[in-house]
């Protein structure tokens, strides 16, 4: 059996949908929101040309920092193309965010 921790692509379709929403839930979970901000106040990227975050899943953590530095580029990268793709669905039309797949181990940056 393959394991859908070490290959989401691979899980069964329900299995990654289940992934997709657990990971959204804990973006919105109060006790993570207070952990990203307390790290969001201390981050600034201002000038330093992008803000990127390697294995970031649906991109839960990282509209928020898309929102909250509105001027810079936020790229957001993970090895998962079905997580990328859902992450792209909830982004929306955010200007400054940029979704990808890649293994974070091999960055093309």
């Given at each position: ?5 070490q ?8 299995m ?11 973006g ?6 207070a952990?990203v901000?307390?790290y969001l ?8 040309g ?6 970031c ?13 509105p ?16 992450g ?8 400054n965010?940029s ?11």
């Amino acid at each position: 059996m393959i394991d859908p921790f070490q290959n989401v692509a691979a899980a069964p379709p329900g299995m990654i949908d289940m992934f997709v929403e657990i990971l959204e839930k804990r973006g919105r979970d109060p006790e993570m929101v207070a952990i990203v901000d307390e790290y969001l106040d201390a981050l600034d990227p201002e000038g330093r040309g992008a803000v990127v975050e390697v294995g970031c899943g649906t991109g839960a953590v990282l509209r928020r920092i898309a929102a909250r530095f509105p001027k810079e580029k936020v790229i957001g990268i993970d090895a998962s193309a079905p997580l990328i793709t859902a992450g792209a669905e909830r982004a929306g039309d955010i200007s400054n965010l940029s979704l990808g797949v890649e293994d974070g181990a091999a960055l093309s940056l």
